[in-house]
């Protein structure tokens, strides 16, 4: 009985665990993100461009420099592929 209460209370967790949703965005903000990483160092700080994805329900940010980054070597892999 005891075993089946703690399977039922599981599947009930794992059922409301949904994924987030996903959906369009209606609008994206492109900014470059300055971090100093050694404040003994200033002059040398770490930027990145970011960009954020807003939706009606969601909102997410993630790298611009490396989608950019990915999306190029991943056509200039399929050019050597295809040549190959």
């Known amino acids: 009985m005891k075993?089946?209460?703690v399977c039922l209370f599981l599947c009930l967790l794992a059922w409301g665990a949904?994924?987030?949703?996903s959906g369009q965005a209606f609008a994206s903000v492109k900014y470059r993100f300055t971090h100093i990483?050694?404040?003994s160092?200033?002059?040398d700080p770490y930027t990145e461009t970011m960009i954020l994805l807003l939706g009606k329900q969601y909102s997410a940010y993630q790298s611009y420099d490396k989608m950019v980054r990915d999306s190029v070597g991943g056509k200039v892999f399929m050019v050597v592929r295809q040549n190959a």
Request: charge should be negative.
């Open 3 to 5: 075993n089946m209460i």
């Open 18 to 21: 949904g994924a987030q949703i």
């Open 37 to 39: 990483n050694d404040t």
């Open 41 to 43: 160092q200033p002059g």
